[in-house]
Structure formats: structure tokens, C-alpha cells
């Protein structure tokens, strides 16, 4: 019991390291592309797998199966509440093995969303 106490923990600790990558990646990314940050009030989606094939994250290798990734179903929601660029809030949604962010759970549909390219292939 003790073992599997201390797996758990490193997996959260995974997962929640894997939140704040995407974060800083998206955070990253929107320096680079000032042109998608929301407008005051408004919100940004952005696919972790945009993030992949753009060069600011790395995969999202899953720790519990280590032949998949969570980088398909993960994404950031950018929030701008007021009129200065920097000040936004950026909440991460990773969906890997049966691990899933609270986040998750609130609504995306209309909003703006940031995908990868056909061309670029994540798995």
C-alpha cells in the first residue's frame, strides 16, 4: 500500500508538472504572436498540439502508459480581463489516461480556438 501511495503522488505531481508546461507555453507562444491575444474581456483557446508543432512544448508523454501521449485532448484557456496584454490568466485542461483537469469540465464551444496545421502530425 505504501508503494502504490507514493505512485499516485508522483503522478499528480506529473500531471500538474504537464499543466504548468502548457501554461508557460502558451504564455510563450503569445508573446511570439501578439496578433491572438483576446481582446479585453475575451478568451483564447489553445490546442496543446498547436503548442507541439509550433516548437513550445514538448510531447506530453503519458507516465501511466508510456505508448501514448496526452498532447491531442490537452489545451490552455486564455483570459484577458482588463486592458493590459500581460495580465491574462491561462488554465490548463490535460486529459491523460484517466487523469483529467478540473477545468475540463467548463465549456470551450465559442470560443476562439488555436489548432495545430494539417500538416503537422501528434500523436
Known sequence: MGV???????????????????????TNYLLDNSNYIPKKNGSLVIDASKLICDGYLDDLEDPKNESKTCNIDSYVIVK???????DMTYQ????????????????????????????????
Not at 484577458?80 to 500581460?86: G, S
Not at 490535460?94 to 470560443?111: A, E, F, G, H, R
Open 80 to 86: 484577458r480581463d482588463n486592458d493590459n496584454n500581460l
Open 4 to 26: 502504490s501511495k507514493y505512485f499516485n503522488k508522483a503522478l499528480d505531481t506529473t500531471y500538474k508538472n504537464f499543466e504548468e508546461n502548457i501554461k508557460t507555453a502558451a
Open 92 to 123: 490548463a485542461c490535460l486529459k491523460c489516461s484517466d487523469y483529467q483537469s478540473d477545468i475540463c469540465s467548463t465549456s470551450i464551444n465559442n470560443i476562439e480556438r488555436l489548432r495545430k496545421d494539417e500538416a503537422c502530425e501528434v500523436e
